[in-house]
Structures are given as structure tokens and as C-alpha cells.
């Protein structure tokens, strides 16, 4: 009932920025929580960034000051701002939203992935 699709991704250098886009559709009154979770090679999935309807924000340690997760609810869709980037920041970045006002591995909907590439 509700899609998520991910845009946004690609390779940029060190230092540089992206700015990555999620647009939901379907039921997406039924939404709470959306965010970003990104997962690298032999890594375990983090998750990165959420907000909730409220607008209530939440970042990981490593990215806090340097990117900025946004919503716009009349469009459906969440924003991560990527800033200052770097080559640990290489990884698939996975949207994912849930009726509830918190995310989880287990949340109802994920989109499928976008490719986000730093090079050193």
C-alpha cells in the first residue's frame, strides 16, 4: 500500500555533496516515521537519519553536523542532504518509512536502494 523510490545518488569526491530524495506514495497518510539507512560492503545496515510527521529529527554520531534530513509532507517526500562527504560515507542508502514514530530493521517499507560513492 505504500512505495517508496529513491533518488539522488551517484559519485562525487571527497569534500563534495548530494543531496538524496524519497518520494512515497499509496497510503501515505498511514506514515509516521521516515529516514535513511545505508549499508556498505560487509557492513552492517545503520541507520543514518530519521524524522518523523512531527518533524522531530534523529542522526547517527558519524554524520550529525553534516547532513540534514528534511520533509515535505504536502509531496510525500523526505530529503537527506549530504554534505562534506567522505569515503566512509560509500555505501547503499536505503529509504524506509513505518506507521509508527520510530524506524527499525523491521519497519513496514523500504525503497530499493540508491548507489551514493565517494571517492578519495
Known amino acids: 500500500q505504500v512505495q517508496l523510490v529513491e533518488s539522488g545518488g551517484g559519485l562525487v569526491q571527497a569534500g563534495g555533496s548530494l543531496r538524496l530524495s524519497c518520494a512515497a506514495s499509496?497510503?501515505?497518510?498511514?506514515?509516521?516515521?521516515m529516514g535513511w539507512y545505508r549499508q556498505a560492503p560487509g557492513k552492517q545496515r545503520e541507520l543514518v537519519a530519521a524524522?518523523?510527521?512531527?518533524?522531530?529529527?534523529y542522526y547517527a554520531d558519524s554524520v550529525k553536523g553534516r547532513f540534514t534530513i528534511s520533509r515535505d509532507n504536502a509531496k510525500n517526500t523526505v530529503y537527506l542532504q549530504m554534505n562534506s562527504l567522505k569515503p566512509e560515507d560509500t555505501a547503499v542508502y536505503y529509504c524506509?518509512?513505518?506507521?509508527?514514530?520510530?524506524?527499525?530493521?523491521?519497519?513496514?517499507?523500504w525503497g530499493q536502494g540508491t548507489q551514493v560513492t565517494v571517492s578519495s
Open positions: 524506509a518509512a513505518d506507521r509508527s514514530s520510530i524506524l527499525s530493521s523491521r519497519s513496514g517499507y
Open positions: 524524522i518523523t510527521s512531527g518533524s522531530s529529527t
Open positions: 499509496g497510503r501515505t497518510f498511514s506514515i509516521d516515521a
